[in-house]
């Protein structure tokens, strides 16, 4: 390199620099966002709506509430198997009643239901809102609240005045007449439910009603003491009943004859029974997280064996003292192979010797014949103990994210909440044809008479793997009774479940629950 | 230390001294110029320089004639020729010794003996905006020049110093070529996944973030992100210092609290230019493999649990050794060239390498091509200096399957690890083996069906120019710009055997991203020195902005309708766009930053005894809200030096100093922009849009306080010297994603933790020349570190350090818990298993140790004996643990009990096989070791040649010999998939990529 044209080159850039330095010198120093949008205004509602209807798929799913409703109970358990679903014993604890404020499972439902809330409060108090996308907004957070009012019994809430936000946090009595303040104020917006299935979530009257009947039915567990007893007044049970028979009025919903077209991966073209509907696209995993929850996958894989199609993840089973309990010739148990062509996979409860599409035994990792047997302990099973389940069919076109629509209120339960009023009412011969209308379309006997027990038993029959059992339980008082692989009485205290720990550290407002 | 060993590279090996007596060098050139009239009476002067301590030839001295540019060096053997008039002076120079002048006179032989100097006082550390002789140093400066340097393959300059510094401890990731590399200086202070160390390239702060853009593969976890520095070519580095404390890193203020790391490069040097090259050849193979079970013990091991023996698919037809189907022997290849030379006024240094270096699992590997160019130039009277700097470099890096996050259907190191050893590679119809299971995955295919790679290229340019106002004040002004771009391709071919979960249809997936990243950097700075009688005042002020911009994109695609063995993310559009597919998925981000600060210190000292100097850094950054924008760094401190004292002057000691410092530094590294704002993202699966976060505008910096004591000393006419310091940190406001208190539309927000970290503890180093005899020398080197970690205050439920593997979906070893390290591992107490054989576990997680060792240490001998010299270096750590999640999730008899493969010493006869994956303290392992990491022989060839000036050649081993209890192989690893909660685990090992031993035998001649 020459000399001079160093000199030169340094010289020029030498001049140059100065003047970029002083372009540059002394900013203010701005966070400027490049990628997201920062101007809230400028977003449509409906879009934040969408968002704010996105937390609903958290429900579907194998962990976080569905095991809190689902595990919990005489209906399902997580075994370990060796290498599989130990998960830090986070499944065995929710069978065992054992869990702590650091479970994954509970501390993933507190955040991501109120997540949900946070985003549609968002939608609420927009200006831009209008008065149907509010309702709309209004009854997703009143969902989102009843998950953590009926889990946790505290729901935290920010109550947003002249854009002043105070937190505070609901007792759970406080919570229940807010959620149904609040969804009673808007019913009058919503709309009817469609009679074409859509394809994204949307609040419907019926929707409204279902939930409401839904607390009504629980409000003497929500507004009473937690360990009972409950009472049920009847001016509450009169609400189920009108709720209930609002929705029938509507003239859109019915019994399904086929007990599984409810579940299928065209449910929402063949049952008529999804009046609280979440809606699936196949192959669109509509999960708000990364993490995979949201996605319906998560009802079909936990149950099913390695070596079954879909190959599923080798771990949730009923119990046997549940599967026993079935009448025979109730339809509901399944049996039916769901597609010859490509699995041997059967509709319902997964017992007895395992078949591929041309009929061949199936055998499991070690070599033995994969032969679901009922008996299956907590810990140490091996790959073939347990009764799997298989309510909702598997997506053969979409494994990963199926077809198959959830309805987290469905006809058959709004006519055994009916039922349920019309009996603790006293009106039992009211509420026994409601049963026996669902019991005929399950190919069972009419019953001579109901009681509580035996409409505890046909809603557990009715509605396993739907994510109500808990609640049921809790509302029957036996819900801390001894169930198999959990031999002694829990204390009441785990009707509710602890407030994560890392909530009641940050927030003063918030009292961990009683019992942990 | 003795130089010998690189003496003959015929380099100085410190820059800062080099240059600076070259500087004086040409000054008096300049002033005491003389007629170039004596050209005409030239004669060729020769001779020999030789040490006078030992009398051997001193290679590499440089030599020149007073008031002229002609120079040259002495050859390997201390020889030169000069032409020279009669009435020449000569100037004989090299770094460490004192320099000489002598007349030329009538002779033509001349020969000289160069006394060293008392050299760890005169050697010129690099401070930040500065040098300082170490006997002036007043903070915990380490400085480690080229012949201190590890040896062998080395991917990027803190490799060189791996074990070296008492207080530095380096954990890489991996065994992976260019994997990144833990730094902690002075123990891990941060919550954040970046605990590195702040990188200075030739006074340019660097951005050290990663550079990968890790949106992850298909159904493998994401890539181990590549150390950020493997740009800088190590062959290029003249020195390394490195800022321990507060006191001085307090320079660089906020971006201080994990010390500061200067690097300096090589510079051309006065006189004629000096050709260098060097190759060498590398054979790296696995230090330690798997002790697995062989086909027959399989087959018995699977009799005991009871499985069908004849069953095809538990023992197979095959025997193959899964670890030899996955490793291999590598090589790797070097080549580096520089040439460098000048003038008084000019200096200027080319450097061009190449490496190719093979992984040692097949099918990964790393290549680069690194240049460097820089030069300075003085003007008007020497007042004005300018100067410039380029660095670039393209790097090519092929990953396997080998992430640290895969999930139980496995990786190469995985499989190769558990897969039935019973089983073929290929069926009997040429296809890849499997029993046909979703997720079986033959790692063979893997190898040839899996492919991540990609190009990262990076150019830091810097100009700079300084001004000698008048006498004693000087003005810099530096501007510099880094820009890494890099793009990573990765795709499962169609039809891979083992994807069904994660490819839609088993049609092939792929995804490119890619990721640029720009930081602009301006720097003034105003120097004043004077020396007034015995007083000696330095001050500095100085203004630095710093904008980091950072943008990206990602395309991912499924359902290819390419036949097998097409490179997908080459033909990213051949696709089945058709009914309900949704081949196609984008995402994208751009983020920028800014940094503005004004920095000032003032140095005092008297007679060379008693030194005070204090500094204050105040920092801007735009990632904090209005309310905190700017934080105040300060450091204070002193020294006093007693051997210069009257009252020392016949002691024991040839110097003593106590130093002592109080420092504030800050940390915003790892926190990212825009936090101060509310944002709203979209959520692409509901077309919905959702607020993000709230602004914060009371975030405020991550800060460190600290305060050390330190005493250097040299006795024995400084044959043994050393440095012993103690520090104490303590780190406050850790800035950290913690819970948002609910109903909120985040589950996380960052905020100030009101948790500390408390670091202290004591280095100790010292050097002793052992053995300094005529032809033969030994000098011994030793550095110790002991530490205590503590987490003292935490008012928060924080759970980290995720394990991987089946059966462990949330699991966690490391709730951060106070009055305890960071990072400390609290599990289940393992009491042996029950009479079914499931373990018995206590009811509550007990603390089993911390991934921290209490105590590392390192003992280097460097030896040399005539033409032979030997470096041996030796390292270890004791007093840490490490939790072997390797074994436990793919140990033991569950896992046989799945028809996989184990490590013997992980099977316990005594459990059963339907036992429980579960943490426990069973898997909490020592993580002592001692390591010889570095063994050199090298020896110099004479070479009766006028054109070659030396030549040497020398057979390196890296990585020789481990003794450790460990189960796994290497207990100096941590896989940085794991973390928790925005939080990067430590010391957990997971399917590490194994290490190598490697060989290195090297040529290097300079001309």
Not at chain 1, 119 to 133: F, G, M, P
Not at chain 1, 406 to 416: N, P
Not at chain 2, 394 to 414: E, H, P, Q
């Amino acid at each position: 390199m020459k000399k001079s044209s160093i000199t030169q080159f340094v010289r020029n850039t030498m001049v140059m620099g100065v003047v970029t330095m002083g372009v540059f010198s002394c900013t203010q120093l701005e966070d400027v966002s490049l990628d997201k949008v920062t101007d809230g205004s400028s977003i449509p509602p409906a879009q934040l709506l969408a968002s704010a209807n996105s937390y609903m798929y958290i429900f579907p799913s194998n962990g976080s509430a569905m095991s809190m409703n689902e595990i919990t109970t005489d209906e399902m358990q997580g075994p370990t198997r060796g290498t599989d679903w130990d998960d830090n014993g986070v499944w065995r604890q929710i069978h065992e009643h054992t869990w702590t404020a650091t479970n994954g499972n509970v501390v993933l439902a507190w955040d991501e239901f109120n997540k949900g809330h946070a985003l549609a409060n968002e939608v609420i108090n927009n200006a831009n809102s209008s008065a149907l996308i509010k309702a709309q907004a209004t009854f997703a957070r009143a969902y989102y609240m009843y998950h953590i009012m009926d889990l946790f019994g505290q729901v935290p809430f920010k109550e947003v005045v002249g854009g002043q936000v105070t937190s505070k946090v609901l007792s759970r009595s406080e919570a229940f007449t807010k959620i149904v303040g609040d969804l009673e104020g808007v019913i009058g917006t919503l709309a009817d439910a469609s009679a074409t299935p859509s394809q994204s979530f949307v609040a419907t009257k019926q929707a409204a009603q279902g939930l409401l009947a839904k607390l009504y039915l629980n409000k003497g567990v929500y507004t009473g003491a937690l360990a009972g007893p409950y009472t049920f007044a009847a001016a509450d049970m009169d609400k189920v009943i009108s709720y209930a028979d609002a929705i029938t009025a509507s003239g859109k919903f019915a019994v399904n004859q086929n007990y599984f077209d409810n579940f299928a991966t065209d449910n929402d073209l063949k049952s008529k029974e999804l009046v609280f509907n979440i809606p699936y696209t196949g192959g669109v995993n509509p999960s708000p997280s990364a993490d995979g929850y949201g996605s319906n996958q998560r009802l079909v894989y936990p149950g099913t064996h390695y070596n079954q199609n879909p190959s599923g993840w080798n771990g949730f089973t009923t119990l046997a003292d549940f599967y026993n309990s079935f009448e025979a010739g109730d339809v509901r148990k399944g049996g039916q192979v769901i597609n010859k062509s490509v699995s041997g996979m059967t509709y319902g409860f997964l017992v007895g010797q395992q078949y591929d599409q041309t009929g061949a035994k199936l055998t499991d990792r070690q070599g033995n014949p994969l032969v679901f047997t009922a008996d299956c302990p907590l810990n140490g099973a091996n790959e073939r103990q347990g009764i799997r389940v298989m309510k909702f069919s598997p997506d053969f076109a979409n494994p990963i994210a199926g077809a198959n629509d959830f309805a987290f209120i469905r006809y058959s339960d709004v006519l055994l909440m009916k039922a349920e009023a019309l009996l603790r009412k006293g009106n039992a011969a009211d509420g026994l044809a409601l049963v026996n209308q669902i019991r005929t379309a399950r190919g069972l006997k009419a019953l001579a008479t109901l009681t509580e027990t035996s409409l505890l038993a046909e809603r557990g029959h009715e509605l396993y793997n739907e994510g109500w059992r808990r609640n049921d339980l809790v509302r029957f008082n036996k819900f801390n009774d001894p169930v198999v692989n959990r031999s002694t009485a829990s204390p009441a205290t785990r009707r509710l479940f602890p407030i994560p720990q890392k909530e009641v550290e940050i927030n003063p407002q918030l009292k961990q629950n009683e019992g942990y | 230390m003795n130089n010998h060993f690189y003496r003959w590279f015929g380099r100085p090996v410190r820059q800062g001294a080099a240059s600076k007596s070259l500087l004086k060098t040409a000054l008096m050139a300049i002033t005491m110029l003389v007629s170039i009239s004596i050209y005409a009476q030239d004669k060729t002067v020769s001779g020999k320089v030789t040490d006078k301590g030992d009398g051997s030839g001193m290679p590499g001295v440089s030599v020149s004639v007073k008031g002229s540019n002609r120079g040259t060096q002495t050859d390997i053997n201390g020889a030169y020729k000069i032409a020279a008039g009669s009435n020449a002076t000569l100037v004989f120079s090299f770094v460490g010794y004192a320099k000489q002048e002598v007349a030329v006179g009538n002779r033509s032989e001349l020969n000289v003996s160069l006394a060293s100097e008392d050299k760890a006082l005169d050697e010129v550390v690099v401070i930040g905006y500065g040098t300082q002789k170490v006997k002036d140093a007043t903070g915990s400066v380490s400085s480690l020049s080229s012949k201190d340097f590890n040896k062998g393959v080395i991917n990027s300059p803190e490799q060189l110093l791996q074990g070296r510094v008492a207080g530095v401890q380096m954990t890489p990731n991996s065994g992976d070529p260019g994997a990144g590399i833990n730094i902690n200086i002075r123990g891990t202070a941060s919550l954040r996944g970046n605990n590195n160390p702040l990188f200075v390239v030739d006074n340019v702060p660097l951005d050290n973030s990663d550079v990968v853009n890790n949106a992850g593969a298909v159904g493998i976890g994401t890539v181990t992100s590549r150390n950020p520095l493997n740009f800088l070519n190590p062959a290029d580095i003249e020195n390394i210092s490195i800022l321990k404390d507060a006191s001085a890193a307090a320079i660089y203020g906020a971006r201080g609290a994990n010390g500061v790391v200067l690097i300096t490069t090589k510079k051309g040097k006065s006189g004629a230019g000096v050709f260098n090259f060097s190759m060498s050849g590398s054979v790296a193979s696995a230090a330690k493999k798997y002790d697995l079970l062989s086909p027959s013990e399989f087959k018995a091991e699977m009799q005991r649990a009871g499985q069908d023996v004849n069953n095809k698919l538990i023992i197979g037809s095959g025997s193959t050794d899964w670890q030899e189907q996955v490793l291999r022997t590598a090589f790797t290849q070097n080549y580096n060239m520089s040439f460098g030379g000048g003038s008084d006024k000019t200096s200027y240094f080319f450097s061009l390498g190449y490496q190719d270096q093979q992984g040692i699992i097949k099918n990964t590997s790393q290549d680069k091509v690194q240049a460097r160019i820089n030069a300075s130039h003085k003007l008007f009277d020497d007042k004005v200096t300018v100067g410039v700097a380029l660095t670039t470099a393209k790097i090519n890096d092929v990953y396997g399957a080998t992430s640290g996050n895969v999930g139980f259907d496995g990786n190469l190191v995985s499989r190769m690890i558990n897969l039935n050893p019973t089983f073929p590679v290929y069926a009997t119809d040429g296809s890849y083996f499997t029993t046909g299971g979703v997720s079986f995955r033959n790692p063979v295919s893997l190898l040839n069906n899996f492919h991540q790679y990609g190009p990262t290229n990076r150019t830091l340019a810097n100009i700079f120019a300084s001004w000698e106002i008048v006498k004693g004040l000087t003005y810099k002004a530096s501007l510099s710009q880094d820009n890494v771009a890099t793009t990573l391709n990765s795709y499962v071919d169609v039809n891979t055997p083992g994807f069904q979960n994660s490819v839609p249809n088993n049609a092939g997936g792929a995804t490119i991203g890619n990721q640029n990243r720009t930081t602009s950097t301006i720097e003034h700075t105003l120097n004043f020195k004077k020396v007034v009688g015995k007083h000696d005042i330095e001050a500095l002020a100085g203004f630095s902005y710093q904008k980091f911009a950072n943008s990206g994109s990602n395309v991912q695609a499924n359902y290819f309708t390419v036949p097998a063995g097409t490179n997908l993310t080459n033909n990213i559009g051949y696709v089945d766009n058709t009914g309900s597919n949704k081949p196609f998925n984008g995402t994208s981000f751009a983020n920028q930053s800014e940094l503005q600060s004004y920095f000032g210190r003032a140095s005092y000292n008297y007679d060379g005894k008693y030194y005070l100097t204090g500094t204050l850094r105040v920092d801007g950054s735009s990632k904090f809200g209005a309310n905190n924008k700017y934080g105040y760094f300060p450091a204070v401190n002193g020294a006093w030096k007693i051997s210069g004292e009257e009252f020392m002057k016949d002691s024991f000691f040839s110097n003593l100093k106590l130093r002592a410092g109080y420092g504030v530094t800050g940390n915003s590294e790892g926190f990212p922009a825009n936090q101060t704002v509310t944002t709203f993202i979209p959520n692409a699966n509901n077309a919905g849009i959702s607020k993000e976060n709230i602004a914060n505008a009371d975030l405020k910096w991550e800060s460190t306080t600290s305060y050390g004591l330190g005493i250097d000393f040299s006795v024995m006419k400084g044959r043994l010297s050393g440095t012993v310091d103690y520090f104490n940190k303590t780190t406050n406001n850790l800035l950290f994603p913690l819970s948002a208190p609910q109903p909120d539309v985040a589950t996380t927000r960052w905020s100030n933790l009101d948790a500390s970290v408390v670091n202290k503890g004591v280095e100790v180093t010292l050097a002793y020349d052992v053995i300094k005899s005529g032809d033969f020398t030994w000098t011994a080197s030793a550095n110790a570190t002991f530490l205590d970690n503590k987490l003292e205050k935490l008012n928060n439920t924080v759970l980290t350090g995720d394990i991987f593997g089946q059966g462990l979906s949330g699991a966690y070893v490391q709730p951060l818990t106070a009055g305890y390290p960071l990072y400390s591992f609290f599990v289940p107490e393992f009491k042996g298993f029950d009479a079914k054989g499931q373990n018995i576990l206590s009811e509550k997680s007990i603390y089993a140790g911390s991934p921290f060792p209490t105590m590392s240490w390192g003992l280097n001998n460097d030896l040399s004996f005539g033409k032979w010299s030997v470096g041996m270096f030796i390292n270890g750590q004791s007093g840490g643990y490490i939790f072997n999640n390797t074994a436990l999730a793919l140990g033991g008899a569950p896992t046989l009990n799945q028809g996989n493969n184990s490590d013997k010493s992980w099977i316990d006869a005594k459990e059963s096989f339907t036992n429980g994956l579960a943490a426990s303290t069973r898997f909490v392992e020592k993580s002592d070791f001692v390591r010889l990491s570095n063994l050199s022989i090298s020896r110099r060839i004479a070479v009766e040649s006028k054109h070659i000036k030396g030549l040497s050649v020398s057979l390196s081993g890296q990585n020789l010999l481990l003794i450790s209890s460990y189960k796994g192989l290497d207990p100096e690893v941590t896989n940085p998939g794991a973390s928790r909660n925005g939080i990067a685990s430590r010391g957990i090992d997971y399917v590490s990529y194994p290490k190598a031993r490697t060989f290195t035998l090297s040529l290097s001649a300079n001309f």
